[in-house]
Nanobody
Framework: HVQLVESGGGLVQPGGHLTLSCVVS????????TAWFRQSPGKEREGVAC????????NYINSVKGRFTISRDNAKNMVYLQMNSLKPEDTAMYYC???????????????????WGQGTQVTVAS
């Protein structure tokens, strides 16, 4: 059973940056695609970015392209989300997720991920 724990959230001013971390235990990341999702109050959870180790090109939603970078360290079983040029609309609870790699480029869609962390809050405000 894969377990995930996120950290690194906090309060940051617009234009600032944060790096979220996710430690994965229970299995090797080699077999999984990994993703970050976020959910704001009153909104549905949305996939932000994903990456697998086998097809290394990550996948991002348009609203974060050029600002966010997803990465992973399989040796440490860690997943990261570096967030730059943060905007108030990035405020949300951020979740790390894993799902067995399906052999193609990952997509940050909930249906492809079945293990989730508890989330870490990111608030962007002046």
């Amino acid at each position: 059973h894969v377990q995930l724990v996120e950290s690194g959230g906090g309060l940051v001013q617009p234009g600032g940056h944060l790096t979220l971390s996710c430690v994965v235990s229970g299995d090797s990341l080699d077999y999984y695609a990994t993703a970050w999702f976020r959910q704001s109050p009153g909104k549905e959870r949305e996939g932000v970015a994903c990456v697998s180790s086998h097809i290394s090109a990550p996948n991002y939603i348009n609203s974060v392209k050029g600002r966010f970078t997803i990465s992973r360290d399989n040796a440490k079983n860690m997943v990261y989300l570096q967030m730059n040029s943060l905007k108030p609309e990035d405020t949300a609870m951020y979740y790390c997720a894993t799902g067995l790699w399906k052999g193609s480029r990952c997509v940050p869609s909930e249906e492809d991920y079945d293990s989730w962390g508890q989330g870490t809050q990111v608030t962007v405000a002046s």
